[in-house]
């Protein structure tokens, strides 16, 4: 299997352009969780899906932030527009339910800088 | 709100040393995770624990949970460079019957030769 993957690995933008950030997750996961990661804060959860559906999207930073999930092999999250203070490391990771572990699979992240 | 602390958040050692990183969280959960993360990569899993008095040892290091003290530990015995690398704990939580992770802060590891 390949994992989970991210695309871009790394972004540069400026302020106030759109960005989208993409993943895939594991084939046949039911659970996919998009996280942020940035030195002062550490690593947030921002929302998550199950069977594509959103079940908690209490860590969305700000309207600016959405994410999607149109079908079971793929995800986007999108900023716009994107601020300097979105600079940070997004990971997507996904499990399965069924799994007795219910461990978490994370992807290589995207690595944005807002300029 | 389930809150995980992890400590120390810093720790340089040197090799051939034990010591110990503690998990505590605040509320009941059945099962912690531990995860390793190399400078610029993601995270890697490294245990799972699904219940009180679960021991799982792999290489020099050794995980524990005490689901009464809400309490894990990560041990590392006689420590070698490769080990060094920010490890974190994350405990389960369960919001409208699904299950989440909340991570602690991380514990930056170095081990000096």
């Known amino acids: 299997d390949a994992g989970v993957i991210q695309s871009p690995r790394h972004e540069v933008t400026e302020m106030g352009q759109e960005v989208t950030l993409r993943c895939k997750p594991i084939?046949?996961?039911?659970?996919l969780f998009w996280y942020r990661q940035t030195m002062m804060r550490g690593l947030e959860l921002l929302i998550y899906?199950?069977?594509?559906?959103?079940?908690?999207d209490s860590g969305m930073p700000e309207d600016r932030f959405s994410a999607k999930m149109p079908n079971a092999s793929f995800s986007t999250l999108k900023i716009q527009p994107s601020e300097p203070r979105d600079s940070a490391v997004y990971f997507c990771?996904?499990?399965?339910?069924?799994?007795?572990?219910?461990?978490?699979?994370f992807g290589p992240g995207t690595r944005l800088t807002v300029l | 709100e389930l809150k995980v602390e992890q400590n120390p958040l810093f720790l340089s050692m040197q090799e051939g040393k034990n010591y110990t990183i503690y998990c505590n969280y605040s509320?009941?959960?059945?099962?912690l995770y531990w995860y390793r993360q190399d400078p610029g990569k993601s995270l890697e899993s490294l245990f799972v624990?699904?219940?009180?008095?679960a021991v799982k040892q792999e290489g020099r290091l050794m995980a524990s949970l005490d689901t009464k003290a809400r309490l894990s530990t990560l041990h590392i015995t006689a420590a070698v460079h490769d080990l060094s690398a920010t490890y974190f704990c994350?405990?389960?939580?369960?919001?409208?019957?699904?299950?989440?992770?909340?991570f602690g802060q991380g514990t930056r590891l170095t081990i000096n030769p």
């Open positions: 990771a996904s499990r399965l339910t069924r799994a007795r572990n219910n461990e978490q699979f």
């Open positions: 624990l699904l219940s009180n008095g």
């Open positions: 509320t009941t959960s059945d099962r």
């Open positions: 084939s046949g996961h039911d659970y």
């Open positions: 899906f199950n069977n594509n559906v959103p079940i908690d």
């Open positions: 994350a405990v389960a939580a369960y919001d409208q019957g699904a299950q989440k992770l909340v």
